[in-house]
């Protein structure tokens, strides 16, 4: 079996003395061993965070850049991660595809270095409600994959996290049927457009307004094998979404 993950994306929330009740919950919360645990606050955060947090648990940025070093005002790089003990990173979130406005090539080029340097890349995708109601969201999301598996045939440090722009911070989760869906669908793309192995070992998240009430039922899906979670990374109940099989 793939083994249960959980990102928490604090987004551009906290501060020191917040991050810290966070990582002090955490470290003393009682969490399912089974379950791998990585958390993503502000890259201004990133030390305090990977100081304070028990091992165990895995830190990762929210972005990274694509150039080793030099003049890129604002970037930070993949080695300036590591160099800071920090294992993973996400990329490709829709807030960054829309706000920030990064393209599938720009994603899929800091995937490739980000695993090159040897950093796991939680790699976001998702569909705007348009797109759900014009019928186009395994294509919209598989074409954001494909982007990436252009550039990179090992996907064995990717993990892919399916997040519906309409149910990012509303409210208003995916029902376990359209989520399980478009996770059998992804599956199936990675079987046919990447390797059988692809398919069956990379974990496929599900994020969007995932909470405490509405994780048991998501995780019970047989391709939905864990969340990326927002808004409830920040609270004490972040604890028990890691828990949802127990
Ligand atoms: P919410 O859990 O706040 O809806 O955010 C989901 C998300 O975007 C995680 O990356």
Redesign the pocket.
Known sequence: GRQFFVGG?FKMNGSVKTIKDIVSHLNSAKLDESVEVVIAPPALYLLLTREHLRQGIEVAAQNVFDKPNGAFTGEISVEQLKDSNITWTLLG?SERRVILQEDDAFVANKTKVALDGGLGVIL?CGESLEQREANKTIDVVTSQLKAVADKCKDWSKIVI?Y?PIW???TGKVATTEQAQEVHAAIRDWLKKEVSGEAAEKTRILY????SEKNCKELAKQPDIDGF?????SLKPAFVDIINANQ
């Not at 990326?228 to 409830?232: C, E, T």
Request: one cysteine or more; glycine letters at 30%; proline letters at 0%.
């Open positions: 994306n979130h976001c996290a997040e149910a990012i911070g994020g969007g307004s995932v990326l979670v927002g808004g409830a």
